[in-house]
T-cell receptor, first 111, second 114 residues
Framework: GQQLNQSPQSMFIQEGEDVSMNCTSS?????WLWYKQDPGEGPVLLIA?????ELTSNGRLTAQFGITRKDSFLNISASIPSDVGIYFC???????????FGKGTHLIIQP | DGGITQSPKYLFRKEGQNVTLSCEQN?????MYWYRQDPGQGLRLIYY???????QKGDIAEGYSVSREKKESFPLTVTSAQKNPTAFYLC?????????????FGSGTRLTVV
């Protein structure tokens, strides 16, 4: 199946730093979603985006639906220890049976 | 509260045995999905079902089987034909529409072959 290119693969940051990650696709998507997975648990939906150019926040998290409809970005401001985990992007092409997932960005915070 | 439940959380299987992972949802979702997660490989789709009594193979269906006899339930059987079954398995569900509103995931089952 189609793959999303998610980067970076992993990030080692200090507590308090801002974080940026992104996903790109070769196809146009009509939905972009961002999930977070804690160790040993299932992914949980953070933000859903439905319109090109849309910018949506959820607390310290902000995500954007790229204007080309082929990319999306997630920013986390002032990181805290509980932000540790794997962040997945997911997208949906029009008419598709389901979502396509990126391979995840593993966020590690050093105290 | 509505949700999606996977059981058991941990499962150990001897080589050559079949084992069934349970997934139940009370969200009234039409579609259900099974993913396999290995370190560094993201989520790989095994099987999915959009309606009762119908299911489709995903990217890595070999060595797995599913059934969808009830809307609420989508069990996954890992057969002895699966060469490397040790992994973290995730079940998900969504409203009709191919995940437009996103998937709801269960908390996963970690399967280990001993």
């Amino acid at each position: 199946g189609q793959q999303l290119n998610q980067s970076p693969q992993s990030m080692f940051i200090q507590e308090g730093e801002d974080v940026s990650m992104n996903c790109t696709s070769s196809s146009i998507f009509n939905t972009w979603l961002w999930y977070k997975q804690d160790p040993g648990e299932g992914p949980v939906l953070l933000i859903a985006l439905y319109k090109a150019g849309e910018l949506t926040s959820n607390g310290r998290l902000t995500a954007q639906f790229g204007i080309t409809r082929k990319d999306s970005f997630l920013n986390i401001s002032a990181s805290i220890p509980s932000d540790v985990g794997i962040y997945f992007c997911a997208g949906r092409e029009g008419g598709a049976d389901g979502l396509t997932f990126g391979k995840g960005t593993h966020l590690i915070i050093q105290p | 509260d509505g949700g999606i439940t996977q059981s058991p959380k941990y499962l150990f299987r001897k080589e050559g045995q079949n084992v069934t992972l349970s997934c139940e949802q009370n969200l009234n979702h039409d579609a259900m999905y099974w993913y396999r997660q290995d370190p560094g490989q993201g989520l790989r789709l095994i099987y999915y079902s959009q309606i009762v009594n119908d299911f489709q193979k995903g990217d890595i269906a070999e060595g797995y089987s599913v059934s969808r006899e009830k809307k609420e339930s989508f069990p996954l059987t890992v057969t002895s034909a699966q060469k490397n079954p040790t992994a973290f398995y995730l079940c998900a569900s969504s409203k009709a529409g191919g995940g437009f509103y996103g998937y709801t995931f269960g908390s996963g089952t970690r399967l280990t072959v001993v």
